[in-house]
């Protein structure tokens, strides 16, 4: 048996350049694991059995831990089946990058307990071919990405800081919210000097002294969600209010983190909150 973390992402910065003729938008963002995770077992079994503790989430054939378990038997050859076990801390519809997170633990349990027929590199690849942002989880926890997000760089541990994630009652669909963003053709040489701006950023954020300075945390996806849910608008504002150096949303919404705040204790009415860091793994270990 295989017990693993299974955590969350945040994205200090989410630039997005433009849309692509497949449909979806090239980014390029920074991305940060953080330690609220869920946990999953796994374990060599007669057959398929995929349970979870959260019975609003569909265990079938959709779930991207299915997808990541059927894709690893499919690109490796192996006959075997697989006892998985979810046990769900992450909010759903968040930004947080629960599901993609889960379907990266799955691949690298499965790649264990098969004696580790496939490198990372492959691991990584497959994961982008069902979503996105899978690669990062098979990062060490720090990555900027581009492309879709699937193009990684990993980079040193930043200094670790609290950070207070707070997640709305609604929940976003990332598909809806890109939907919303309205881009018109970027030409090339707009995107060049974008991109060479954020990267000049990313060594400032390893310096650290500059992370209290809320320029360098920005969320192109802000906008087209709160089109679509005015109401987080308002939570930004609140949670302003609390005295936070940077609130952001995470990724396509709905939830926020808070950095750069006194001691405090978060308790926002209707929302969950939770109290976090950074959390980073060696090359050779999980979470
Ligand atoms: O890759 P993933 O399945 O996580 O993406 C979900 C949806 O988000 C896509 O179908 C697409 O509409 C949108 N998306 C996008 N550009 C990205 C990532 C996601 O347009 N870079």
């Known amino acids: 048996m295989l017990s693993l973390q299974s955590p969350a992402k945040i994205n200090f910065f989410l630039r997005i350049l433009r849309k692509r003729p497949d449909g979806y938008h090239d980014l390029a963002s920074l991305f940060q694991a953080i330690d609220l995770c ?11 059995a995929f349970t979870c503790s959260d019975p609003s989430l569909p265990t079938d054939a959709t779930n991207l831990v299915s997808k990541a378990r059927d894709l690893f038997r499919k690109k490796t050859g192996i006959k075997h089946c697989f006892s998985i076990n979810l046990h769900k801390k992450i909010p759903q519809h ?9 379907a990266a633990t799955t691949l690298w349990a499965l790649n264990n307990l098969c004696g580790k027929k496939a490198t990372d590199k492959q691991l990584s690849d ?12 098979l990062s060490q ?6 492309g879709r997000g699937e193009i990684l760089r990993g980079l040193a541990p930043l200094e670790n800081q609290t950070i207070w994630i707070v997640k709305p009652p609604i929940g976003l669909s990332t598909q809806r919210v890109y939907g919303q963003l309205d881009i018109k053709d970027s030409n090339p040489e707009y995107v060049a000097k974008q991109i060479l701006e954020l990267e000049s950023i990313l060594p400032e954020f390893a310096l650290s002294q500059r992370t209290k300075d809320e320029t360098i945390y920005f969320n192109d996806l802000e906008e087209p969600a709160f089109k679509l849910a005015p109401q987080l608008g308002a939570l930004k504002q609140k949670l302003e209010g609390y005295g936070f150096s ?31 860091q950074h959390i980073n793994r060696d090359h050779s270990r999980w979470y």
């Open 38 to 48: 869920d946990t999953m077992h796994f374990d060599l079994a007669e057959n398929d």
């Open 94 to 102: 968040a930004g947080l990058g629960g599901g993609s997170s889960n």
């Open 126 to 137: 497959w994961g982008a071919e069902i979503g996105s942002d899978i690669p990062f989880f």
């Open 141 to 146: 926890g720090t990555a900027y990405c581009t």
């Open 246 to 276: 940077s609130v952001l949303m995470s990724g396509s919404g709905s939830s926020f983190f808070c950095v750069g705040g006194k001691d405090l204790l978060l308790n926002i009415p209707d929302c969950q909150t939770f109290k976090c």
